[in-house]
């Protein structure tokens, strides 16, 4: 497993519930690891959110057992977004001379978009889509690429290796997040 090479932590605004916000890069981390290794960890990241919702139900994947986090729902909605968020950085990093990438606030599509109301499969199925033809363009791309440089507002430059990792990165951070609600759903039930 890739560790988190992504730290900081900005506190939540008010369209936010408490979920972590930008994660910025540790530039040197993303070094340690050969392409192969961040394009299979890349790949890994639906199996990993499926794996830890395995055997919720659809009450479970609702529920906000921890006041004012997302529900497990909102969680997948937001990873399935920014997926996409995620791939059109790489794209253009991979395709484009230096481009300026945009900054985007995923945490506002939470209530505009009524993730609660979503379908869980079709999110999950997104995910899978997008890092399947990503892993293949990846695959596809000469060693130099990875070295392609864009600017982000607020990060400054980041390669191409910098975005696959945080892209890994961020699926994990998240699932922490539904790990701490499956434990808090079952202190509820230990304790009725």
């Known amino acids: 497993m890739i560790p988190a090479a992504f730290v900081r932590i900005d506190p939540p605004t008010t369209h936010q519930k408490k979920m972590p916000t930008t994660l ?40 906000q057992p921890v006041d004012d986090m997302w529900s497990t729902l909102e969680v997948v909605c937001h990873l399935a977004d920014c997926e996409q968020f ?32 979503h379908d869980l499969e079709e999110e999950l199925l997104l995910i899978e889509a997008t890092r399947r033809q990503m892993a293949r363009t990846l695959r596809l791309l000469p060693r130099e690429a990875w070295n392609r440089e864009a600017t982000l507002s607020d990060l400054g430059t980041l390669t191409l290796r910098h975005l696959v990792l945080h892209a890994i990165n961020h699926v994990h951070h998240h699932l922490e997040y539904v790990t701490e609600k499956r434990k808090a759903m079952r202190r509820t039930r230990s304790s009725s």
Request: aromatic share 8%; no cysteine.
């Open 24 to 63: 910025a890069p540790v530039l040197p981390r993303h070094e340690e690891f050969s392409i192969e290794e961040l394009i299979d960890a890349y790949l890994k990241g639906p199996s990993e959110i499926r794996d830890a919702i395995a055997g919720m139900t659809e009450e479970e994947i609702q529920s």
């Open 86 to 117: 995620f791939a059109d950085r790489m794209k253009r990093t991979a395709a484009t001379d230096r481009p300026e990438l945009m900054e985007v606030d995923g945490y506002r599509y939470n209530d505009a978009m009524d993730y609660q109301h």
